[in-house]
């Protein structure tokens, strides 16, 4: 079952607004088992949204449009629709009343713009807005079905919940796909692949596909198929060979995994943050009941709040750099003392662009986790040569240093 969307609009054409539409339709309608090929966005122009109607026609059985049902001129879709299906505009009595009661509750004056919005193609069946006026319009021509929404990202969503979703189930009645979604960090995309060869194999005789999602020192790999049990198995299998690669399943995210072993072992955290400046102790609380498990930060981004704050010896400053094993291990001990918890997280590196020198290039961090009797330390090597990430790449791996050798 194949389908496709098509986003109008000038405005998306030229970056003023991004399309954000199509991918919340796509992953909707792939949980209810739709598959959608292709996502188009195109220009307000009655030409290019029937050449659009017409090829999408030829390739799957369901269209999905959105945009270009505002009450305004440069709106074409509804007229362009009557044109299409070969059909005229009809009063729609109930969709009218729906308006003046809207209009009513906003104590604003009914227009006669407002008011044509209930002027709806005949042949078509009605999607009803609830909270807007532009209304979801259903059609079908041999064995093809189209929908057309409004833009506004609210109105769509609300008219495919309220009755969309329902009505393409018990029309095209598709067979659901469920997704498991693996979340590994450390390993690159490659060194994954290679490493997992045997097993993606396999997968193939199953009717299961396997997806690599890369991001930020992460990597997803998401199972999809429609035999839960042999989702199940094979989950369990990757899961025994990755090991502690795996840091989580589905929505889960590192820090709540972090958050979740702190809590059932009743321990604390803090951080000396250099070069991350405060971006690993945003991860830690950016989920409610943090408080539990996270106790405070040091951002010592300046050697004189290293040496004075956290009390890094001066000396190994002046000697090995404040980008080095033996700083960063004094900061984590430190804090650790200092701020009174179990586990305290150090970093300091090199984030670019500027900094850098031949001995440490940009992208040379280093982290390091304390607990009361040892401290374990890691030099990354990043070669981002972007800020921002080499700042979250380098949060992540710390928070990760502490998950994989103390909890
Ligand atoms: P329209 O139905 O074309 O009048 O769209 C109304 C508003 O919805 C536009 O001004 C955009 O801000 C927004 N919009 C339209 N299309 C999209 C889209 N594909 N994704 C996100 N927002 C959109
Ligand atoms: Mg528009």
Same mark, same amino acid.
């Given at each position: 079952?194949?389908?496709?969307?098509?986003?109008?609009?000038?405005?998306?054409?030229?970056?003023?607004?991004?399309?954000?539409?199509?991918?919340?339709?796509?992953?909707?309608?792939?949980?209810?088992? $739709?598959?959608?090929?292709? $996502?188009?966005?195109?220009?307000?122009?009655?030409?290019?949204?029937?050449?659009?109607?017409?090829?999408?026609?030829?390739?799957?059985?369901?269209?999905?449009?959105?945009?270009?049902?505002?009450?305004?001129?440069?709106?074409?879709?509804?007229?362009?629709?009557?044109?299409?299906?070969?059909?005229?505009?009809?009063?729609?009595?109930?969709?009218? +009343?729906?308006?003046?009661?809207?209009?009513?509750?906003?104590?604003?004056?009914?227009?006669?713009?407002?008011?044509?919005?209930?002027?709806? %193609?005949?042949? @078509?069946?009605?999607?009803?807005?609830?909270?807007?006026?532009?209304?979801?319009?259903?059609?079908?021509?041999?064995?093809?079905?189209?929908?057309?929404?409004?833009?506004? /990202?609210?109105?769509?969503?609300?008219?495919?919940?309220?009755?969309?979703?329902?009505?393409?189930?018990?029309?095209?009645? /598709?067979? /659901?796909?469920?997704?498991?979604?693996?979340?590994?960090?450390?390993?690159?995309?490659?060194?994954?692949?290679?490493?997992?060869?045997?097993?993606?194999?396999?997968?193939?005789?199953?009717?299961?596909?396997?997806?690599?999602? /890369?991001?930020?020192?992460?990597?997803?790999?998401?199972?999809?198929?429609?035999?839960?049990?042999?989702?199940?198995?094979?989950?369990?299998?990757?899961?025994?060979?990755?090991? %502690?690669?795996?840091?989580?399943?589905?929505?889960?995210?590192?820090?709540? $995994?972090?958050?979740?072993?702190?809590?059932?072992?009743?321990?604390?955290?803090?951080?000396?943050? +250099?070069?991350?400046?405060?971006?690993?102790?945003?991860?830690?609380?950016?989920?409610?009941?943090?408080? @539990?498990?996270?106790?405070?930060?040091?951002?010592?981004?300046?050697?004189?709040?290293? $040496?004075?704050?956290?009390?890094?010896?001066?000396?190994?400053?002046?000697?090995?750099?404040?980008?080095?094993?033996?700083?960063?291990?004094?900061?984590?001990?430190?804090?650790?003392?200092?701020?009174?918890?179990?586990?305290?997280?150090?970093?300091?590196?090199?984030?670019?662009?500027?900094?850098?020198?031949?001995?440490? %290039?940009?992208?040379?961090?280093?982290?390091?986790?304390?607990?009361?009797?040892?401290?374990?330390?890691?030099?990354?090597?990043?070669?981002?040569?972007?800020?921002?990430?080499?700042?979250?790449? +380098?949060?992540?791996?710390?928070?990760?240093?502490?998950?994989?050798?103390?909890?």
């Amino acid at each position: 079952m194949l389908a496709e969307i098509i986003a109008i609009g000038d405005e998306l054409l030229i970056g003023q607004t991004l399309d954000t539409n199509s991918g919340w339709i796509g992953e909707q309608l792939s949980l209810i088992g $739709i598959k959608v090929q292709q $996502i188009s966005s195109i220009t307000d122009q009655e030409s290019a949204i029937i050449e659009a109607l017409e090829a999408a026609k030829q390739r799957v059985k369901l269209v999905i449009i959105t945009g270009g049902l505002g009450p305004t001129k440069d709106d074409l879709t509804k007229q362009t629709l009557c044109e299409y299906f070969k059909t005229s505009l009809v009063l729609d009595q109930a969709v009218l +009343s729906h308006i003046e009661k809207l209009y009513k509750k906003y104590r604003v004056p009914v227009s006669k713009m407002n008011r044509d919005q209930a002027l709806l %193609p005949e042949t @078509a069946k009605i999607l009803p807005n609830s909270i807007g006026t532009a209304s979801g319009m259903w059609f079908e021509q041999e064995a093809v079905v189209f929908i057309s929404l409004p833009g506004v /990202p609210a109105e769509m969503k609300q008219i495919l919940t309220e009755t969309g979703f329902t009505k393409l189930q018990t029309f095209f009645k /598709p067979d /659901p796909i469920i997704y498991k979604t693996i979340r590994t960090i450390g390993l690159a995309e490659s060194k994954l692949a290679t490493l997992l060869t045997e097993w993606e194999n396999s997968l193939e005789l199953l009717n299961l596909k396997l997806a690599y999602l /890369p991001a930020s020192g992460m990597v997803r790999l998401r199972i999809t198929g429609h035999n839960l049990k042999m989702i199940e198995q094979k989950t369990a299998e990757l899961t025994k060979l990755l090991g %502690p690669v795996i840091y989580g399943y589905d929505k889960e995210t590192l820090e709540e $995994i972090i958050g979740n072993l702190l809590i059932k072992q009743g321990k604390t955290v803090a951080t000396a943050e +250099s070069c991350t400046g405060g971006s690993i102790s945003r991860l830690l609380t950016r989920l409610s009941g943090s408080s @539990a498990y996270f106790k405070g930060a040091i951002v010592s981004y300046d050697n004189d709040v290293k $040496i004075n704050v956290l009390k890094v010896n001066a000396q190994d400053i002046a000697t090995q750099g404040a980008v080095s094993q033996t700083v960063v291990e004094q900061m984590a001990t430190n804090a650790r003392q200092i701020l009174q918890t179990d586990f305290a997280i150090a970093t300091s590196g090199i984030a670019g662009p500027t900094g850098g020198t031949t001995e440490k %290039p940009v992208g040379t961090v280093w982290i390091a986790v304390a607990s009361e009797d040892r401290v374990e330390s890691v030099k990354l090597d990043l070669a981002y040569k972007n800020r921002e990430r080499t700042v979250l790449v +380098s949060s992540q791996y710390a928070l990760d240093l502490l998950r994989t050798t103390f909890l």
